[in-house]
């Protein structure tokens, strides 16, 4: 007969072990972290430094990865050196490519403009798989009001096919200040005619403010659809269609909901990298590594 203390002790025992697991899960989720901070390199453009100088920058600074341009990345191969180098500047100084601004014409109305568009960025694709960089910002430059966002969705998703096939996959990426696509709103509706498990639309603090979309629709959309955000802020006394991008200042140094917004994207439910672009000549006029620095501090103040 099963005494008293056996049937209490294999009781316990029974407890521990389907304790352990989800101690170790939770411990687990813990440890991911929900934010990854990154550079991107025109907050320092008017410092007039090369792409390793950035790069020495940024590791200094504690960021986790960068945000180049591909201009950048074009004058760094016609200085003679090779994408296997510029990839391993990086790896030795512990970033990572999070992802690229290029300027293909993939979603002009003009068959030829796009069909070049496609091809450039299919070329730009390439590139960035060379440097081990996951993603590509794919804005709608080359486009023009109004535009049809059916066949914006239709090209979209052959942009993501093309992703799929270099291994560098497309953040749908809209203005403010733009005509044709400034509008949250427009961006996932061309997502969603995409309707592609991969879609994903890359915001911004800027143009979410300046193009009117405010910051409540951030909210409909689901962790899956946001890899990477753009961080800044809006000043509170320029008029919002006065804006410009030169406006642009730190994050919680404007009129943005900062903590809204944070709290937001924390409700993502997963890690999403926080990149910080600016375009104001005032902090071109400082010194670079203070700017870089003041940045990743003013972020991670809300994040």
Known sequence: MTSRRQVLKSIALSSIAVGAPLAVTKAAEKTLPQFRFSLNTSTIRGQKLSIPQIIELAARAGYDGFEPWMMEIQTYLDSGKSLASLKKLASDAGLEFFDCIGFP??????????KVGFTQMEKEMGVLAELGCPRVAAPAIGSEAPLDLMEAGEKYKRLLDLGRKTGVMPQ?????????FHHLGQAMMVA??????????????????????????????DGQAIDIFHMNDVPGDIPRLEQQDKDRVMPGDGAAPMQELANTLKAKGKPIILSLELFNPTYYAMDAEVVVKEGLEKMKRFF
């Open 105 to 114: 014409t993939w979603m002009s109305q003009d068959a030829e403009k796009s």
């Open 192 to 221: 969603a005619v995409a309707n592609d498990p991969d879609a994903k639309i890359l915001a911004d603090v800027y143009h979410l403010f300046r193009g009117g979309s405010g910051f409540e629709g951030m909210k409909l959309l």
């Open 172 to 180: 749908l990426e809209f203005w403010g200040a733009f005509p044709s």
